[in-house]
């Protein structure tokens, strides 16, 4: 699976953004896909997520009301959608993909096989 994340960009806080995370090479419709993040000098930290049989999708705490995640399988594609962003948002976003992990682990940035190459997240107090 190849993953092409876009979307970012630079936005004042309170401010709205939409990544999108567009997948080749293989169908999404049965591929759990999440979205972390990785801010400067941090590790990388879970943002959001499907589990590939399951629609109901799952938050981080700190972005849950703000944040939607959800996908289009007849595109291939999986967006997120960010609202009333704080300047605690910025980060390099990413998308990721995995076919075989297991539901604890959804949240785990070292289960996922497959990594879009990141876009950058700015959001200006």
């Known amino acids: 699976v190849q993953l092409q994340a876009s979307g970012g960009g630079l936005v004042q806080a309170g401010g709205s953004l939409r990544l999108s995370c567009a997948a080749s090479?293989?169908?999404?419709?049965?591929?759990?896909m999440a979205w972390f993040r990785q801010a400067p000098g941090k590790e990388r930290e879970f943002v959001a997520a499907f589990f590939r049989t399951n629609s109901v999708p799952r938050y981080a705490d700190s972005v849950k009301g703000r944040f939607t995640i959800s996908r289009d399988n007849a595109k291939n594609t999986v967006y997120l959608q960010m609202n009333s962003l704080k300047p605690e948002d910025t980060a390099v976003y990413y998308c990721?993909?995995?076919?075989?992990?297991?539901?604890?682990?959804?949240?785990?940035?070292?289960?996922?096989?497959?990594w879009g190459q990141g876009t950058q997240v700015t959001v200006s107090s």
């Open positions: 990721a993909a995995d076919q075989s992990l297991i539901l604890s682990s959804l949240t785990t940035a070292q289960q996922y096989d497959f």
């Open positions: 090479g293989r169908s999404l419709s049965r591929t759990s």
